[in-house]
């Protein structure tokens, strides 16, 4: 019988030090950077940087179950930004550098919201957290440039 993989989506601001970081995790078999959230069909970077097109720079995973929890990855999400900046993440400002989990399923949901929850009560943060929930859409692959940034680069740490 196959091993059966699931996938996770977040937005966290620039992909590339988000894609870099999930990579390292334990139980993550695959990342890929692309674009969620938005309206226009096959967009370009160039597009999304435009924001016109109400994507945002997301990172796809594909990760087993077996080595790593869903609230693991949520948790090492909340851990990789600041979610309490509305659209923006450093230097990045723009709609595209939103905070964003996208479940694929019921189970995704429930334990997204009870973590958001929780950091909310634990206060975690020292502003609310403004990371949208929503179900997963269709997720557009950037650029093949863009796919593991850091490793043809040899840059490491943030975007700029």
């Known amino acids: 019988m196959a091993k059966e ?8 601001g620039c992909f590339w030090g988000v894609e870099a970081r999930f990579r390292d995790a ?35 995973l594909v990760y087993d179950p077996d080595r790593i929890s869903y609230d693991d990855l949520v948790y090492l999400f909340f851990d990789l930004h600041d979610p309490t900046t509305l659209n923006r993440q450093g230097p990045d400002v723009g709609s595209q550098y939103r905070s964003g989990v996208y479940f694929h399923n019921d189970d995704q949901k429930e334990i997204a ?46 975007c700029h």
């Open 113 to 158: 919201t009870r973590i958001i929850n929780e950091l909310g009560n634990q206060q975690k943060f020292t502003n609310p957290i403004v990371t949208e929930l929503l179900p997963a859409s269709k997720f557009y692959r950037a650029e093949e440039y863009h796919q593991r940034y850091f490793d043809k680069t040899g840059r490491h740490g943030s």
């Open 5 to 12: 993989y699931l996938k996770a989506t977040f937005a966290a």
């Open 26 to 60: 334990t139980g993550v078999v695959d990342a890929e950077v692309g674009y969620t959230a938005g309206h226009t069909e096959n967009p370009t970077y160039r597009d999304v940087c435009s924001g016109t097109t109400g994507h945002a720079e997301a990172v796809q």
